[in-house]
């Protein structure tokens, strides 16, 4: 079992900046692919970016865009999403998630644990 806690939302104005972190716990010592999704009001659950143990990185289309940066402190065990030139269209509750097959999807189904969330809404 692994508990995922998500932090670092709030109320930016457009263009601003965020950090997004989520910290791991339980049984953190497996190998785990670590991703973000978000999704806005009456919106499915959308991938944003993920990252396999061996720090392969995948993104979603807009966070190709290279507005998000994601990363991850094995020794913390901890991952983050470096959000940039925020728009109102990101707001959304923005989710941790943990696959323990470490591959690194972009679909919901493909990752077993999942965090609360964190709010983050982008004022225009």
């Known amino acids: 079992q692994v508990q995922l806690v998500e932090s670092g939302g709030g109320l930016v104005q457009a263009g601003g900046s965020l950090r997004l972190s989520c910290a791991a716990s339980?049984?953190?010592?497996?190998?785990?692919?670590m991703a973000w999704f978000r999704q806005a009001p009456g919106k499915e659950r959308e991938f944003v970016a993920a990252i396999r143990w061996s720090g392969s990185m995948t993104f979603g289309a807009d966070s190709a865009k290279g507005r998000f940066t994601i990363s991850r402190d094995d020794a913390k065990n901890t991952v983050y999403l470096q959000v940039n030139s925020l728009k109102p269209e990101d707001t959304a509750v923005y989710y941790c998630?943990?696959?323990?097959?470490?591959?690194?999807?972009?679909?919901?189904?493909?990752?077993?644990?999942w965090g609360q969330g964190t709010q983050v809404t982008v004022s225009s």
């Open positions: 998630a943990a696959d323990s097959l470490d591959m690194g999807g972009t679909r919901v189904f493909e990752y077993d644990y």
């Open positions: 339980g049984r953190t010592s497996d190998y785990y692919s």
